[in-house]
């Protein structure tokens, strides 16, 4: 079962390598990594995603509460998280398929960021199983490359971590 | 004040009485500070891991943070295998290594590695010093991690130019405030209540104490405990010592390698209440076995603990000492184990009476420890090794109220002999003795050097068999085909070596001789070697 866990660190050099580190040592996989600084600018968020049993979730969050520079770790239930990803696919696009492509984007929301005689740079941010989708449909007009950033996500209503 | 006074200047208002260490280039202008305070004890080591495992010692009988320092480079990757060794056992430590000018970092000069990355999974945390000013706030955050909490290794990386770097002024903070560290203190109440509750339940309890009942200090507690409810005590390796042999409520060492009678009680018991001990293979072999069958407490001081070896149904948090006596002023109740205390003798009694075998012309480690410990001082610290005689010597010899220091999480061969001249810096005047094979002994005596540099008093008993026997019987058990690359052909005569040293030694080969032979061992001047004949073939099942 995929799970996200939020962790708030301190905004230091060398604190993400202990938390991939931690990640490897305990053999534990992660799906899905984001970091950004907060409205802090002495802590940063760093968002995980792991696809693991509850016990394993578990130990996975006492374990990087363990390390010093690790503030906070929160894991985010699925129902009350507003989880999303940002994805920029470039595809191959003629005269031909143009129009195909733009009524898929518009179907899916996406954004036309960049356009060449034999390309588009599309951009989409939504959660990470309608980026799939998205993904899926392009697939037919030949991909040229695709990047993720993973997920970033924060709980719903007026609580914070 | 340079970077490297103010770092010495800290150390001191750290009550630091003692550095082990290995001078280098990047380190230089560190040892440099230190020659100007006579009042911190110096030991140069003869290789750096060895500056470990002396802290290690000095931090496990002194309960103070041991302290090693070495250069940068090969000095710090030597002292790898003693920071983990220390993280395997929860052991204080602030290790602090010289490296190479900052500015130069990441660029492959001369004796330059990245220690902080290296160390990061088996250290407790790390700094890598850019600014002097910031030593002293640094030191003082090193020393509360590692001797807080679940007490661990700590290591401070100090380039060259920072320690020669001059700063503002030295000012040592008298708190710490790390956003990121609060470790819990006291148990949680209800669940106090809870393990009182199934402790008045319980018909067949048992406690299993492990080395967190000596670094939170609770040797008492436990021992209060354990008499109050008429609870029967195992112990894990790291919890050996805990109670004298003899203590009606002791049972011994549980484990793959442990005693009899006390994996008996571990097998029969309905309620087990685990304190200070992580649980780990070598002490349960099957955890989950364990689970079904019998109520299970756990108190800790690390929360990650509780659930990652074993699914406790009384989890526990907190420092073991507080924990315990928390729950010894909830009015403990008398639990009616009485049939099952007496049944437990009968194993006991089984146990002690245990006759070893006898080889003509060599000593069984059994019988061995058994009459060293008849004639050990009451206090006296032993310091064990890694292999066949670190079992032996947790099974059989006989506990007073000393301690027994060995690795016991990482199992790290060459531990016992600088452990020993860690301890003897911490307690010049503590009986202390150093059990080790032949194997591991070829692995530490290079520091016979630093006992004989300060004419230190440790007795050393040395298992011959010429032959890594530990190894030697497993591989002489399935699924392996026999013996190889164990037979320790080469090795010196031993006795010419403590001799090079200046030190002297003895030899015994018959096991009537033994009593004899010990007491003159004991009661040579200084250090002295006993080397004890041991058949090759010997095993820790015999």
């Given amino acids: ?161 | 004040m340079n970077g490297a006074q103010a770092l010495i200047r800290s150390l001191i208002e750290e009550q630091v009485t003692h550095i082990f260490g290995y001078a280098g280039a990047t380190i230089c202008p560190a040892v440099d500070a230190l020659k100007e305070h006579p009042e911190i004890g110096y030991t140069l080591v003869r290789t750096e891991q060895n500056a470990g495992h002396m802290a290690s010692g000095y931090a496990r009988v002194s309960g103070k943070v041991g302290v090693c320092m070495v250069t940068s480079g090969p000095g710090a990757t030597n002292l790898i295998t003693g920071i983990a060794t220390a993280y395997m056992d929860s052991i204080p430590m602030v290790a602090i290594t010289g490296q190479v000018p900052s500015h130069l970092l990441g660029r492959d000069i001369f004796q330059e590695v990245d220690i902080t990355g290296a160390v990061a999974p088996f250290s407790k945390h790390s700094y890598l010093v850019k600014d002097a000013n910031e030593i002293p706030r640094i030191v003082k955050e090193a020393f509360h991690i590692a001797s807080t909490g679940r007490p661990g290794p700590v290591l401070i990386d100090i380039p060259i130019d920072i320690q020669n770097q001059e700063i503002k002024k030295f000012h040592y903070p008298e708190e710490v405030n790390i956003r990121g560290y609060k470790p819990s203190v006291k148990g949680n109440e209800l669940q106090i209540k809870r393990v009182a509750q199934a402790i008045a339940r319980a018909k067949q309890p048992l406690i299993c104490a492990g080395g967190g009942v000596w670094l939170a200090g609770a040797q008492e507690e436990l021992l209060e405990l354990a008499e109050r409810c008429a609870i029967p005590v195992v112990k894990t390796m790291m919890g050996l010592a805990l109670m004298p042999s003899d203590h009606p409520l002791n049972l011994g060492m549980i484990g793959a390698h442990g005693n009899h009678c006390a994996n008996k009680a571990l097998a029969k018991a309905d309620l087990l209440i685990m304190v200070g001990t992580r649980a780990a293979d070598r002490a349960v072999v099957d955890p989950k076995d364990i689970q079904r069958r019998m109520a299970t407490i756990h108190i800790d001081v690390d929360p990650a603990e509780i659930g990652k070896n074993m699914q406790a149904a009384i989890p526990l948090v907190g420092n073991v000492k507080v924990i315990l006596r928390q729950l010894l002023d909830l009015d403990t109740p008398v639990t009616d184990s009485a049939a099952w205390l007496e049944q437990l003798q009968d194993y006991r009694k089984a146990e002690l009476g245990r006759i070893f075998p006898h080889r003509e012309g060599y000593i069984f480690p059994g019988t061995a420890l058994r009459r060293l410990g008849a004639q050990l001082d009451d206090n006296a610290v032993v310091c064990v090794d890694v292999g066949q005689n670190q079992i032996f010597t947790c099974k059989y010899l006989p506990q007073k109220h000393g301690r027994l220091l060995t690795s016991g999480g990482l199992g790290t061969m060459g531990y016992a002999l600088p452990a020993a001249i860690g301890v003897k810096a911490a307690l010049p005047e503590r009986q202390t003795v150093v059990v080790c094979g032949d194997g591991s002994f070829q692995m530490a005596m290079n520091e016979l050097a630093a006992i004989r540099a300060a004419d230190l008093d440790i007795k050393i008993v040395l298992f011959q068999n010429n032959v890594l026997g530990l190894v030697h019987q497993i591989q002489n058990t399935a699924p392996y085909h026999g013996s190889f690359g164990v037979a320790l052909d080469g090795s010196p005569d031993f006795q010419a070596i403590a001799a090079a040293y200046g030190i002297p030694s003895l030899v015994v080969r018959d096991e009537d001789q033994l009593d004899q032979t010990v007491a003159e061992f004991l009661g040579t001047r200084g250090c002295c070697l006993l080397i004890c004949s041991v058949h090759p073939d010997v095993t820790t099942n015999d």
């Fill in chain 1, 1 to 161: 079962m995929k799970q996200t866990i939020s962790v708030l660190v301190e905004n230091r050099a060398g604190v993400l390598n202990r938390i991939t580190g931690l990640f490897s040592r305990r053999a534990f996989n992660i799906e899905s990594l984001a970091v950004g600084v907060t409205d802090d600018p002495t802590i940063s968020r760093i968002t995980i995603i792991v696809d693991s049993g509850n016990n394993v979730v578990e130990q996975v969050e006492k374990q990087l509460n363990k390390l010093i520079e690790v503030i906070k770790v929160r894991t985010l239930e699925e129902t009350s998280m507003i989880g999303r990803e940002l994805m920029i696919l470039k595809v191959n696009a003629n005269n031909k398929t143009r129009q195909d492509i733009m009524t898929i984007c518009e179907i899916m929301d996406a954004k036309v960021d960049d356009i060449s005689p034999t390309s588009m740079t599309l951009e989409l941010s939504d959660t990470p199983d309608r980026l799939d989708t998205f993904q899926t449909m392009m697939r037919p007009f030949s991909i040229l490359e695709v990047v993720r950033t993973g997920v970033i996500a924060v709980q719903k209503g007026g609580g914070k971590i």
